[in-house]
């Protein structure tokens, strides 16, 4: 087999044979130090996008796993948050639920324990509660509500099967047979007053009331039972020249809280 002498692998092997040996001899010393000292600055360049390349890599790749990770706990996060809230819904309802029942166990009363499932307005300045019992639960109009401290705080006005509606003590129109607990044990008739407070008119002027005195159901007049704590009375209106008088009576009861109320059944 012949080779040909201008064989490029040839040249190439030939070529590569005398530099290696030159190199050796240390005779390439002087060319290698300037062909290095030409591309040095190149190779620097090379060398310094390699490493901010090979950085830049690292951190994206690092950064994309932190913010995988960060999502993911971040989503535990919520699960528990979700499930601590409905705990602490869970024990504050109980909580309720068990002082209801302690007041009517101490007062002899018949109550039926229910969920505030809707707060409406039906008509200006009226806050109704919607409830879920209803006639099949033995629940008809005039029945007094309960908050789970005792106090009254509206009537039923509206029963259906399951669900009933019941007007709140602030309401207008929803009027409550009253009495003050003071020396006369003065009678009257409470209505709502702009869905703020309670208002006690016609009380006549001889009658000696005063602020901090405490408003119950005087028990005369339908199915609500005497003794339920209406408010106390908060300013007395007693203009000299006036027949009556009258009284704001301000709620123990905070009505925005109330998600379990009782309704009193005789």
Known sequence: MKIKKNNPIVIFIV????????????????????????????????????????????DNRSQNELNIQVDKLTKEVAVLTIANSQCLDEIEENKKLRAALKFSQANNFRVVVANVIAKETAV????????????NDG?????????????????????????????????????????????????????????????????PQLEKIAG??????????????????????????NASNEVWQSATIEPLVNFDNLTVVSVVIP
């Not at 044979?17 to 300037?34: T, V, W």
């Not at 199915?223 to 704590?229: H, Y």
């Open 15 to 58: 070529v590569a044979g005398l530099l290696f040996f030159l190199h050796s001899l240390g005779a390439l010393g002087p060319a290698e130090d300037f062909l290095w000292f030409l591309t040095k600055p190149v190779s620097s360049r090379l060398y310094t996008w390699g490493s901010s390349f090979r950085r830049f890599y690292q």
């Open 124 to 135: 200006e300045d009226s806050r109704d509660l919607i409830i879920n019992r209803g006639s």
């Open 139 to 203: 629940l008809f109009p005039g029945l007094g509500l309960i908050s789970e401290e005792g106090a009254i705080v509206g009537k039923v006005v509206e029963v259906k099967a399951a669900t009933a509606r019941a007007c709140l003590t602030t309401s207008p129109n929803c009027q409550l047979a009253a009495a003050i607990q003071n020396q006369a044990k003065t009678q009257g008739i409470t209505d709502g007053d702009l869905g703020l407070t309670i208002k006690m008119n016609y009380i």
């Open 212 to 237: 901090g005195d405490l408003v119950i159901t005087s028990g005369l007049g339908g199915n609500i039972p005497r003794g339920l704590v209406i408010g106390r009375v908060s300013r007395v209106y």
